[in-house]
């Protein structure tokens, strides 16, 4: 078994003080060395920089020589064979999963264990890195303390699985009330508890769980060595592509004994069972993939799903096997699971997620937990979410799905609302009667300019209150369907070209900012008003159709931009971007290229210079991705800082202080647009009948079978009709409410519909070809309201 902290530039060797004060602590409980059994071992407390210099001979001794000095780290040991290479490590040294394995009977593991988790010092130095293109990246042989994981979880009694047990409690015990002031030291021996696939099903002997202490231990280090955890459990995404690692990854599900969701999710592990005569070489276990980031992910997650269900199944045991009754589930509030000490655990997922947010390593869906979506109670977890120090979900919304996170955001609006309803009935009382609506009266030939003269008037608490639209000479009832008629028609308005604010390009479709360098007052008011749009639209729960690129929800939620953002709004101009990177410096010399952009002002063309005297900068090799750098911020930044800063503070005025702060751009994008997910048999399976209807009658078997016929254009015509809105709700169109009432017996009459309430009217049509004729007429004469 090997005792030396791996060589590595970021890793000093252990305090002889610190080392020796905890061995001393736990000298009694040292056991000596089993008999007739050695190993090699590399011990590098003299050792500081070997990474640097592959030259440097590493010193060896024998197993019960370490265990022998134990008690006094910095003595001075025999040397042995000095001929030997530190690059050749590998192949020399023992891994200590081997020689644990080459051990005979209980007892023997039970005092080698008894020594690697003696103290934290002693266990962060007993698996250092030997591959020395890793050891700068994290420390710890992960591969090792896996293998060693893995053959005592396979071929011990439970009496060693109990005693590693008690070994790492105390261990965690250890690093709670006596942390060690040594950077790597203390993370190595967090990693390598963190590897046992057990950890989160480790109580105490008051069945007091043991994770969220580690977590603890985790979340009271200093900012640098929480930063070197995080580096360590990102150290193996650097060797492949993450989306390798990932494929379709989902949260993990309520663990098993031994966690075998989290083997699935890094890779088949193949364990040695025992009396495996295939076994007989002395290997231990095969990895197919390495340990990725989105293992220690899965870790943390494994606990907040076990603990999540647990509370929702209104039980402390495990969840029953599924051949018994289902028990009846609850909403879960996390305030509620205060005993289980989650938070500390969430929290250690925070640090996750700031780290991967800043370098990308998984994707961010990765920290969804389906257990906390499904079983989350919103509706009081949204008001304690208010409360300053409130204990609640939503303060870490890395778990909470875009479908969670728009309910609540409803949920947010609804009591502003209330409020808002609540104050205009009180001021009436002492100030005349005011409106507890916002009511916007607008015609639909001038949309634009009755909606923003209208708007500049409101005060911001009228911005709150529930939304009523009506147009001039109609006798429609909003109760939703006009305002959703009304957003569709006003939001196409501003995006066409009449306008001169945004232009669609060509090949992508997407809407951005018309480059201007003096925008007109009445052009930055009509980009105020879209924001205020979108704003108001997210607020009152609207879906619009609209075709903003995803730079533009980065910004809005202040997310930087990058080149790959440019090849989603402008395809062409990005690839033509990057065939600058493939040139020659001949091949840039030909071009005559300076840092200057030409851009069209409302047909005047203008120049702007990317760097100062751009003009005079000639492009060429040692600059190309500077300019790449300054040709993309001139798109997203600078040709349109002012339009942006109007855009965003119309959006901020209605969504600045709500939810919408804390979710990803994708997230927002959903929000605003709703998803793509034609899915009408899910629509089909989630509708509700009326009036006599049932899922098998015979009218309602041929209006399936005719929509099941329909184009996806005329699927979203049909939503147009019903619902007053094409557009997909976040998490499909199972979460659309649609209801089908009977309207009377066979007619010539059209269907019709309630659109503030998503209720299709539909006569019982005596024939298929007279129901298709009937539903496609309406469909395409599905604009304006008449009194319904």
């Known amino acids: 078994m090997r005792s030396a902290a791996g060589p590595s530039s970021t890793s000093t060797s252990i305090s002889t003080r610190a080392m020796t004060t905890r061995s001393q602590s736990r000298s009694q409980a040292v056991p000596s060395k089993p008999a007739g059994k050695t190993a090699e071992i590399v011990d590098d407390s003299n050792i500081t920089a070997s990474v640097e210099e592959p030259g440097e001979r590493v010193r060896k001794r024998k197993a ?27 192949g020399d040294v023992v891994l200590t999963s081997k020689y644990i394995s080459e051990l005979t009977g209980d007892e023997e593991i039970i005092a080698k264990l008894g020594f690697v988790f003696s103290d934290p010092c002693t266990l962060a130095r007993s698996f250092p890195q030997t591959d020395h293109a890793m050891a700068a990246k994290c420390p710890v042989d992960v591969e090792d303390v896996r293998k060693a994981y893995s053959f005592i979880a396979n071929n011990t009694s439970e009496k060693v699985l109990d005693e590693l047990r008690l070994l790492t409690i105390s261990t965690v015990a250890m690093m709670s009330l006596d942390p060690c002031d040594e950077h790597d030291n203390q993370m190595n021996a967090v990693l390598i508890i963190l590897l046992n696939p057990r950890i989160i099903e480790y109580t105490h002997d008051d069945n007091i769980h043991v994770f969220p202490e580690l977590c603890s231990v985790i979340l009271n280090q200093p900012l640098e060595q929480r930063a070197a955890i995080m580096r360590y459990f990102a150290a193996a995404d650097d060797e492949q592509p993450s989306d390798s690692i990932l494929g379709e990854l989902r949260k993990p599900k309520p663990s098993t004994i031994f966690s075998p969701q989290i083997a699935n999710i890094t890779g088949a592990v193949q364990t040695p069972t025992k009396g ?75 640090l996750m997620n700031s780290h991967n947010n800043s370098h990308n390593i ?24 208010r409360v300053p120090k409130g204990v609640s979900f939503c303060s870490y919304p890395f778990l909470l799905s875009p479908t969670t996170k728009s309910e ?22 002492f100030s005349g009667v005011t409106c507890p609506y916002l009511v916007l009266e607008v015609r639909r030939d001038s949309l634009v300019r009755d909606t923003l003269y209208q708007l500049e008037l409101k005060l911001s608490q009228d911005l709150r209150k529930q939304l009523k639209v009506r147009f001039v000479g109609e006798e429609g009832v909003d109760e939703g369907g006009v305002q959703k008629e ?27 900012f018309i480059p201007q360098a003096a925008p007109t007052k009445d052009s930055l008011e009509e980009i105020w008003l879209t ?26 939620l202040g997310v930087p931009v990058t080149r790959d953002d440019l090849r989603e709004i402008d395809p062409a101009l990005y690839h033509g971007l990057m065939q600058l990177q493939q040139m020659s410096n001949e091949e840039l010399e030909f071009l005559e290229r300076t840092f200057e952009v030409e851009y069209d002002d409302l047909g005047q063309l203008r120049t702007h210079e990317l760097l100062p005297d751009g003009a005079k900068t000639i492009l060429a090799a040692d600059n ?84 099941g016929e329909f184009t996806d254009e005329l699927k ?19 979460k659309l409410q649609f209801v089908i009432a009977k309207n009377g017996g066979d007619s010539d009459r059209l269907p019709t519909s309630h659109t503030c309430f998503n209720v299709l009217l539909l006569p019982e049509y005596s024939s298929l070809e007279k129901l298709r004729e009937r539903l496609l007429t309406a469909i395409h004469n599905s604009e304006g309201f008449g009194m319904i």
């Open 716 to 734: 979203r015509k049909l939503l147009f009709f019903a619902t007053s809105s094409d557009r997909v709700p976040i998490g499909g169109l199972s």
């Open 408 to 429: 609540i955001i409803r949920i947010e609006s609804m009591i502003h609302m209330r409020t808002e309803l609540q104050d205009s009935f009180f001021r009436a009382m």
């Open 276 to 350: 495996d005569s295939n076994n007989s070489s002395g290997s231990i276990v095969t990895e197919d993939t390495v340990v990725s980031f989105a293992y220690y992910v899965s870790i943390f997650q494994s606990y907040i799903t076990r603990e999540t269900d647990r509370a929702a199944r209104g039980t402390a045991s495990l969840p029953a096997p599924a051949s018994s009754a289902e028990p009846t589930l609850k909403k879960v509030c996390l305030h509620s699971l205060s005993g289980c000490s989650l938070p500390l655990v969430a929290q250690c997922l925070a």
């Open 362 to 385: 998984v994707p961010y869906t990765i920290f969804y937990n389906d257990a906390v979506n499904e079983h989350i109670d919103t509706k009081e977890e949204v008001p304690r979410f």
């Open 624 to 707: 190309r991705e500077l300019f790449i750098d300054k040709y993309v911020d001139f798109i997203f930044n600078t040709s349109c800082t002012k339009q942006f800063a109007e855009f965003k503070a119309g959006f901020d005025r209605i969504c600045g202080p709500s939810y919408v702060r804390f979710m990803q751009p994708q997230e927002l994008e959903l929000l605003v647009c709703g998803c793509s997910d034609l899915d009408f048999n899910a629509l089909q399976n989630s509708t509700i009948y009326d009036g006599g209807y049932s899922k098998t009658s015979e009218v309602i078997l041929y209006f399936w079978k005719v929509v």
């Open 531 to 556: 924001g205020q749009l979108i704003g108001l639209a997210v607020y009152n729960g609207v879906i619009l159709d609209i075709h903003l690129p995803p730079a533009m929800y980065k910004k809005l």
């Open 64 to 90: 019960d020589s370490l265990l022998e000095s134990s008690a006094h780290c910095g003595d001075n040991h025999e040397d042995a064979d000095d001929s030997d290479d530190a690059d050749s490590c590998q």
């Open 486 to 512: 009304f957003f569709q028609l006003i939001v196409r308005d501003v995006f066409s070209s009449k306008y001169g604010i945004f232009k669609a390009n060509n090949e992508s479709q997407y809407h951005w």
